[in-house]
């Protein structure tokens, strides 16, 4: 039986059903155990290449910098009813040790089993995943049949995740690599346009080229008579301790202050980490640990 058919979603339209359904936390929660408790229905499930050619190289601090484009993989779940869900793994050598090669080699067993079963994804095959080496690999799987799932509930992703959830926007943020302060200024002004209000600048190299970076980003917003931007900073492990707190403080000498730091430190720098996150939230600055977990 469909996905469809058991949770009874689709034939009571979707949005409808879950609103009536999710009149208070304690309903939308129990909407949400039954939604994902329920089984997939799976056609076909493959995996493949999936190359992306970057408009403009992406230099960031590490040695995992995209200079011409991504080789990821693209997974697709194809449930009985005809139902398409993709997911797609992003593989980072110098971060994780994965490419598109090895997460081929991991998913294609995987994939080859799925072929004409039905599963509960979230439940007791969860452990499905657990035959995946890499993290890419089982994101890419778990978000193609989540994606699956959600389309035949004619539910969007945030609904099926969270039923209780009123989302009337979606805020996101947009990265500005280590370019030079005249290449910020120029992206941020095309983001500015677009209506972005949050910037993730990369940083990690030089504090002052770094601290001009983002002085030009903000200036830009200015020059548009914008609001001045969430600044989200992200050095993907270029600073020392003594470093990343003294670009800190650069910046809140010139009244900024960065909502995000990003990975300051090298991933094993724990006690650099713990340095730079007792300075940064010391002046309400949150210190997000990426590359370390």
Not at 8 to 29: E, F, K, M, Y
Not at 225 to 249: K, Q, V
Request: aromatic fraction near 6%; hydrophobic fraction near 45%; proline fraction near 4%.
């Amino acid at each position: 039986m469909s996905l469809a058919a058991t949770t009874g979603v689709a034939r009571v339209g979707g949005l409808a059903w879950l609103r009536a359904q999710t009149t208070d936390r304690v309903s939308a929660r129990a909407v949400r155990l039954q939604l994902m408790s329920r089984e997939v229905a799976i056609r076909k499930c493959s995996v493949a290449p999936l190359n992306v050619v970057l408009k403009n190289p992406f230099p960031i601090a590490s040695c995992a910098s995209k200079t011409a484009g991504s080789k990821n993989v693209l997974v697709t779940v194809e449930t009985m009813d005809g139902v398409i869900g993709y997911g797609e793994g992003a593989p980072y050598r110098g971060i994780s040790t994965d490419s598109q090669r090895t997460l081929m080699r991991d998913l294609r067993p995987v994939c080859a089993t799925l072929t004409a079963t039905t599963l509960q994804p979230w439940g007791r095959d969860a452990a499905m995943l657990d035959a995946l080496k890499f993290s890419a690999a089982r994101a890419a799987l778990e978000m193609a049949l989540i994606d699956a799932a959600a389309k035949t509930a004619h539910l969007s992703l945030y609904q099926f995740l969270n039923p209780g959830c009123v989302a009337p926007e979606l805020v996101t943020d947009i990265t500005i690599p280590m370019v030079t302060p005249i290449e910020a200024a120029r992206l941020a002004a095309q983001y500015a346009a677009q209506g972005f209000t949050r910037i993730k600048v990369k940083i990690g190299s030089r504090v002052d080229a770094d601290v001009n970076r983002v002085l030009a980003v903000i200036a830009t917003f200015a020059v548009w008579g914008l609001s001045t931007p969430h600044i989200l900073l992200d050095a993907n492990e270029g600073y020392s301790a003594a470093a990343a707190i003294e670009l800190l403080r650069q910046l809140l000498a010139r009244d900024v202050h960065p909502c995000i730091f990003e990975q300051p430190v090298q991933r094993n720098d724990t006690a650099g980490l713990r340095a730079v996150t007792d300075f940064a939230e010391s002046h309400d600055i949150a210190v997000l640990a990426d590359e370390s977990v």
